[in-house]
């Protein structure tokens, strides 16, 4: 498949540079010093992830197996969905059809955390340890390589409720159910919350970036905390 500069378009386009330095540094943290490719990976301690994926948002059934399918035949090692997308199955269908080996796909997944001004009560600890084993059914796989909380909603219950979703998600990494977790669209002051409870800071942080939407408050507080930035593009 062809080269693409991921790197050299997001700076060109960003005329300012405010993404520049971010960019810099994943380009950096690639072992062999190459441009962003499929084949990238990114590696901080003991947590790696491919630098490029594939994303299933909007994709119904037919689309994300077909899309996955597809994605992993031209060498994409990344496939991220969520329990909102709800094409989990799907997903998992692509996976277990495929003749790649597991250990060559990394996969994303996203728990939605529950929302009390949507009449969704606030996961805690016992229903996120249970909404990943179902996610997880529906994959029809054992583990997730990265596992994420969609959004920083119980933020909004309380700051105890935020560090308790996320002391949950912790227990998850420490029983094997998931390699590595996360967060996703989380504030500067939701990840101060967890750094101020002493607990350990999610090894990633997918948010909506391109240059349109910068988020440079948050991307500089990821870059200098050692928080993975997961750029997501819409």
Known sequence: MGRFNFG???KAAAKDGSLE???DKMEADLADGTPLTAASRFTAGAFSMPA???GTYLMNDA???SSCAQALTLGYAHI???EVYKNEAAVGAAIAAHPRTRDSIFVTTKLFPGNSLWGMPVKGGDAVAGNCAEQ???LGLEYVDLYLI????AFAESLACGVEQWRAMLALKEDGTCRAVGVSNYGVHHLEAIKAAGLELPCANQLEIHPLCQQK???AWCLANNVRLDFVFS
């Open 8 to 10: 050299k378009v997001l």
């Open 21 to 23: 330095k971010a960019v």
């Open 52 to 54: 490029l994926g594939l």
């Open 63 to 65: 689309e994300a197996t």
């Open 80 to 82: 991220d969905t969520a």
């Open 136 to 138: 997880l059914a529906k």
């Open 150 to 153: 969609h959004a920083p909603f």
């Open 217 to 219: 408050e948050i991307v």
